[in-house]
């Protein structure tokens, strides 16, 4: 089983950057793909990006292309979601989830393990 913790949410202005944090406990880290989902309020929670658990293959939704990245660091438990040129509309609340398997998915109900989420506010 896997616990998942976010960190790095905050308050900043359009086109500023912000570094999400997701640590996990367990010693199985590795053998977990991760994504990145968001929710905002009276929306579906939606995908942002995903990693495979080798880290050798990256998903993005279209939203997140060529702003977003993510990385894992697994000797840390640690995956990451840098984003830059954010946007009022990508004010959310940032969910971490692990998979058991090998890819990346994009519908939130194929994974496994979620955090409680940390909040992205953009101000224009």
């Known amino acids: 089983q896997v616990q998942l913790v976010e960190s790095g949410g905050g308050l900043v202005q359009a086109g500023g950057s912000l570094r999400l944090s997701c640590a996990a406990s367990?010693?199985?880290?590795?053998?977990?793909?991760m994504g990145w989902f968001r929710q905002a309020p009276g929306k579906e929670r939606e995908f942002v990006v995903g990693?495979?658990?080798?880290?050798?293959?990256?998903y993005f939704a279209d939203s997140a292309k060529g702003r977003f990245t993510i990385s894992r660091d697994n000797a840390k438990n640690t995956v990451y979601l840098q984003m830059n040129s954010l946007k009022p509309e990508d004010t959310a609340v940032y969910y971490c989830?692990?998979?058991?398997?090998?890819?990346?998915?994009?519908?939130?109900?194929?994974?496994?393990?979620w955090g409680q989420g940390t909040q992205v506010t953009v101000s224009s």
């Open positions: 990693l495979s658990r080798s880290s050798g293959s990256t």
């Open positions: 367990g010693r199985t880290f590795s053998s977990y793909a």
């Open positions: 989830a692990a998979r058991e398997g090998p890819i990346a998915r994009m519908s939130p109900l194929e994974y496994d393990y």
